[in-house]
């Protein structure tokens, strides 16, 4: 039976070609941003390769409210740095990125969104985050902000940590080292639930057996 293409969708494809396009600017490999190494080093590094994640409800939402509420900062307090980007130099062997959301005079704040309703403590991975972010910039609180489906936002404040800090060197540490010798990392499966890489990490797990 013959298919009549004009039944297909058109725009699908445009919105694929868009996302795939609107990705921060292309890092090299001695330049790591602490976001990827605050998640599962294998989506970083497969990310990093090109590798076309699934299109989902969450990558929008992230986006659309991070854009929204730094509208909301340049429209109406612009004393609150958003949005910056740093290179850091602590001493190794590349370059490390950071883009905070927000500075402010004492803080450092992250945006973060979850369908999760009670959230009793904040994602082990955000406060490495963030926490770099803070104790990076010097400064003497962090705070991560969950943006919730149906419910307030809720806030998490603490001070930095500095074993935090040098968990997190570590990790850059470990992930250049992969992106060097283009070894796929280690799947990190604390990480898998709701990835948008889960499909290819176990497909190749099954191919690898």
Known sequence: MEINISYQSKFLPILEELIVKDKPHELDTNTISVTEVC???????????????????????????HSYIEHLLKEYRKDIESEQEYIVDVGLLCK??????????????????????????????????????????????????????????????????????????????????????DSLPDMETKY?????????CFHQAKLEV
């Open 39 to 65: 998640q599962c080093l294998r989506k970083s590094f497969l990310n990093r390769k090109g590798i076309k994640p699934v299109i989902s409800k969450e990558l929008f939402e992230g986006k659309s409210i």
């Open 96 to 181: 490390i990125v950071m883009k905070p959301d927000i500075v402010m005079d004492d803080r450092v704040v992250e945006l973060k969104t979850t369908d999760v309703s009670k959230i009793y403590s904040p994602y082990p991975e955000h406060t490495l985050q963030v926490n770099f972010y803070a104790f990076t910039l010097n400064k003497s609180f962090y705070e991560i902000v969950y943006i919730r489906r149906r419910q307030p936002p809720i806030a998490f404040v603490d001070k930095p940590d500095w074993k935090l800090f040098f968990h997190v060197l570590r990790r850059i540490e470990l992930y250049h080292k992969h992106l060097i010798q």
């Open 192 to 200: 898998c639930n709701r990835c948008p890489y889960y499909d290819f």
